[in-house]
């Protein structure tokens, strides 16, 4: 499975507030969303793919298409091997089931990273609900509760992964403790871009293009443009086109041996950097860089910033042969440190083309560190971070 192949299964009587929690669970992280079962029968029809007898006779003839199946309130209702493969496909699905049976079938018949949750409240609390939403089958819900609280006792010897009592914790909190539960389950492997994510280079670039400028008297013009060109990349053919435009005082090569000779030593980590490394390592993690750029270059930074001895792995394009975006890269990475992308892991970084969609095409969970920039467009990241710290805390599962 990939690292988007994480589901949660909520069980538990009517009114229990599996809506509620399901709504707080998309409000905190939108790849969160109801997985809405085929129904065919009278009702309530919101949260559900409504069907037709006929349409429900398709899916029973088609082998395995049926997960699980089951009759409440004069209805069928369905869980569908295909909606089951879109639903993976847009994010995390939350599957709402009342029956112990049922959880049990979805575990057995659809293998995926399942958290199982029973959100749990008194017999009272599920009458008072179901009289303030306006539901005209409350009598029916308040016998289902009995149903539900027998099941239980019935299958005594399930272990779900999570309990939370939804009268003693609002929607809010038990989202959050969902969240957090699910988040510890995949495999503890967190990816890093290093420039503008971990160090800040654009200030070190900047510092090295404006002391060039001033030893060789340089016009402003000049480190403007340099700036430019190197602000994102720099390597050999930068140097080639930046000479030849800018009629330099020195060679494309000799350029090139005078940036990386110098440039490494005044490039710095991020502020709290190495302390968010560390702490994120003692907690089971495992750290890669996955870094695009020359190997010479990049392990000189690597090693003056002290980022070299805080991880795990480093995975430079130039020695891989491969680059960001491509997926191959990130199944590099996982690789050096004796792990393989089948069971997931989160992409960290600071440029939305490289890391985000690389990392999204490549199966892992993503973050997009903006340094306050508003996101560009396109498929967004499973979470937005002002910071490396703030991205590691998420990722992690804690609040920040």
Request: aromatic share 6%.
């Amino acid at each position: 499975m990939t690292g988007r192949n994480q589901g949660v299964l909520l069980y538990g009587p009517p009114a229990v507030g599996k809506d509620t929690v399901t709504h707080a669970l998309a409000a905190l992280d939108p790849t969160f969303g109801l997985f809405s079962r085929v129904k065919i029968g009278p009702g309530r029809s919101t949260g559900y793919r409504m069907g037709t007898p006929e349409e429900l006779a398709q899916l029973r003839a088609r082998p395995g298409a049926v997960v699980y199946e089951n009759t409440r309130y004069d209805s069928t209702y369905v869980t569908d091997r295909p909606g089951l493969g879109a639903a993976f496909e847009a994010g995390v699905p939350v599957m709402h089931l009342g029956q112990v049976e049922g959880v049990q079938a979805v575990l057995d018949g659809y293998p995926a990273d399942w958290l199982t949750v029973l959100l749990w409240c008194p017999r009272e609390a599920t009458a008072e609900r179901s009289a303030g939403r306006g539901d005209t089958d409350t009598t029916a819900r308040l016998a289902a509760w009995d149903a539900t609280e027998a099941d239980l006792k019935a299958n005594a010897g399930f272990r779900f992964d999570l309990v939370v009592r939804t009268d003693a914790a609002s929607p809010e909190q038990a989202a959050e403790r969902i969240r957090q539960a699910l988040a510890k389950r995949g495999q503890q492997l967190v990816m890093l871009d290093f420039d503008d994510t971990l160090v800040d280079r654009r200030s070190a670039v900047t510092a090295w293009i404006s002391r060039y400028c001033a030893d060789h008297g340089l016009a402003p013009e000049a480190e403007h443009r340099m700036l430019g060109a190197m602000q994102v990349r720099a390597d050999p053919r930068t140097f080639t086109d930046l000479s030849a435009e800018l009629s330099l005082p020195e060679s494309a090569d000799q350029l090139w041996a005078r940036y990386t000779a110098e440039l490494p030593a005044t490039v710095r980590p991020f502020p709290g950097v190495p302390d968010a490394l560390e702490a994120v390592r003692a907690d089971g993690w495992q750290v890669v860089v996955v870094t695009n750029g020359g190997g010479e270059i990049q392990r000189a930074k690597l090693k003056a910033s002290g980022i070299d001895g805080l991880v795990d792995g480093v995975c430079v394009s130039e020695e891989a042969g491969i680059r960001k975006p491509d997926p191959a890269i990130f199944e590099t990475a996982a690789a050096s440190v004796g792990r393989s992308l089948a069971r997931g892991g989160w992409m960290v970084g600071d440029n939305a083309a490289l890391d985000v969609v690389g990392g999204r095409a490549a199966g892992l969970r993503t973050v997009w560190v903006s340094h306050g920039r508003p996101w560009p467009g396109g498929a967004k990241p499973d979470y937005i971070a002002l910071d490396v710290l703030d991205a590691l805390e998420h990722v992690r599962g804690g609040v920040r």
